[in-house]
């Protein structure tokens, strides 16, 4: 009988997910590169596919506002908290960078900047 409750187990394990799929594949890509030219062309990626990250790194208990949803719908961006570890401070500011161009000129065309 454990044998076969542990057969149960191990084939329900496959079909169940501890996080929720992300497609932030290139936040994942920025902890493996080493420069910042390689962090900037990650976030033009990311904007050129629709799924434009901005990066943060908070401590051990992540800060949720409630106006961050407000923000992501309204901008179609999304925050990607790295927790205590993630890749260095300066390829995070170097895809940030970008990113914040994106938004500005974003909001020119909206009318928001003049």
């Not at 590169?33 to 900037?40: N, Q």
Request: proline share 4%.
């Amino acid at each position: 009988m454990k044998f076969y409750l542990s057969i149960v187990f191990v084939f329900c394990s496959f079909f169940c997910f501890a996080q929720e799929p992300t497609s932030a594949i290139s936040s994942s890509k920025l902890l493996f590169t080493d420069s910042e030219t390689s962090a900037r062309l990650l976030a033009t990626k990311d904007i050129e596919k629709g799924t434009p990250y901005l990066l943060l790194q908070g401590g051990i208990a992540p800060v949720f506002i409630d106006t961050d949803a407000v923000f992501e719908k309204k901008y179609a961006i999304a925050f990607y908290e790295y927790g205590c570890t993630g890749p260095d401070y300066e390829l995070v500011k170097a895809y940030n960078t970008v990113i914040f161009d994106y938004l500005k000129k974003l909001m020119v065309r909206n009318g928001f900047g003049k």
